[in-house]
T-cell receptor
């Protein structure tokens, strides 16, 4: 089955540690996205990538980094510089330039203690 | 800058009442517009989308939305809600050609049986 896989579902880290969230898709989609979902704030865009080896900052990129070495993969690193990293993170993908909707993964809930 | 405003943060209705959720966007060109729904504990899923053509679009579960270009609006409607419509609803915009997908803050809908 085609889809987007985010792992792990739950993640705990100590304050001051970097942590990488995985996002893999087998939909052959060009564009991939990372969002952060907090109660009352909706989905806020962190980074997005339209093609391999290229990505753009979203609205809340500070304290995060990404890479796009393969079309299928778009990992997100939450660095120690992110002041409030505890949140629910969602990955999505879509066909570039096409009139189609985004498909979402199940999300990763990150808790930093 | 591209943005989405959802004016209603929490809406409470009785079953069989009519629903209208507001969505306004900001973008200087052609847009693709979406409504997504997130039922408790579930993935985001697409309700409906507008790319071009008839500004009145119909989606799943009896929902519809009307694109009014002059008002930069894409309001979601349903003539008679059911208890199972209890969920959070997100409006989203993608500027044509820029691939940046921006969401609103969401509207929590509670249906009272």
């Amino acid at each position: 089955d085609g889809g987007i896989t985010q792992s792990p579902k739950y993640l705990f880290r100590k304050e001051g540690q970097n942590v990488t969230l995985s996002c893999e898709q087998n939909l052959n989609h060009d564009a991939m996205y990372w969002y952060r979902q907090d109660p009352g704030q909706g989905l806020r865009l962190i980074y997005y990538s339209q093609i391999v080896n290229d990505f753009q900052k979203g609205d809340i990129a500070e304290g995060y980094s990404v890479s796009r070495e393969k079309k299928e993969s778009f990992p997100l690193t939450v660095t120690s510089a992110q002041k409030n990293p505890t949140a629910f993170y969602l990955c999505a993908s879509t066909i570039q330039g096409g009139n189609t909707e985004a498909f979402f993964g199940q999300g990763t809930r990150l808790t930093v203690v | 800058a591209q943005s989405v405003s959802q004016h209603n943060h929490h809406v409470i209705l009785s079953e069989a009442a009519s629903l209208e959720l507001g969505c306004n966007y900001s973008y200087g060109g052609t847009v693709n517009l979406f409504w997504y729904v997130q039922y408790p504990g579930q993935h985001l899923q697409l309700l409906l989308k507008y790319f071009s053509g008839d500004p009145l679009v119909k989606g799943i579960k009896g929902f519809e939305a009307e694109f009014i270009k002059s008002k930069f609006s894409f309001n979601l409607r349903k003539p008679s809600v059911q208890w199972s419509d209890t969920a959070e609803y997100f409006c989203a915009v993608m500027g044509f050609g820029n691939e940046k997908l921006t969401f609103g803050t969401g509207t929590r809908l509670t249906i009272i049986p």
